[in-house]
């Protein structure tokens, strides 16, 4: 299992600004927010891009984004609108090789996307 940022926040050993979390998932907000509300939403197992989710992970994807549309709307933003977006490896700009659902609103998101 390879060490991320994102793994160091599941652990605790950097700070984040976390807003949700239960046995499976975690959110906080991003440190470089594209949106008035950005909130990254990831699941503690190290699942490190779209390609490596299996069957078995099903679930706990679909948690994702039920999450996503818990915070969306503790965040006010349900109704008004958001985007999620997983980014895939280089050519999705995939930075951080933690799977992490972007849950992004509170503005109009442009499409389509740069
Ligand atoms: P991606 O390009 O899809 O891999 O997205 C990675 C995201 O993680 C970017 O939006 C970064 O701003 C965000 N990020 C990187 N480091 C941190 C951190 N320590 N805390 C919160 N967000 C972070």
Redesign the pocket.
């Known amino acids: 299992m390879s060490e991320t940022?994102f793994s160091k926040?599941i652990k605790r050993e950097?700070p984040?600004d976390i807003i949700f979390e239960n046995e499976r998932v975690l959110a906080?907000?991003?440190?470089?927010p594209?949106a008035p509300v950005h909130v990254?939403v990831i699941p503690k197992k190290a699942i490190p891009t779209v390609n490596d989710i299996h069957p078995e992970d099903q679930e706990l994807i679909g948690e994702l984004f039920t999450v996503a549309a818990q915070i969306a709307a503790e965040e006010g933003i349900a109704k008004s609108g958001y985007r999620t977006v997983f980014?895939c490896n280089e050519d999705g700009?995939?930075?951080?090789y933690h799977l992490?659902l972007?849950l992004m609103g509170g503005r109009v998101m442009h499409w389509p996307p740069g």
Request: aromatic share 6%.
């Open positions: 940022i926040i950097i984040a906080f907000r991003d440190i470089n594209q990254l980014n700009g995939q930075e951080v992490h972007h």
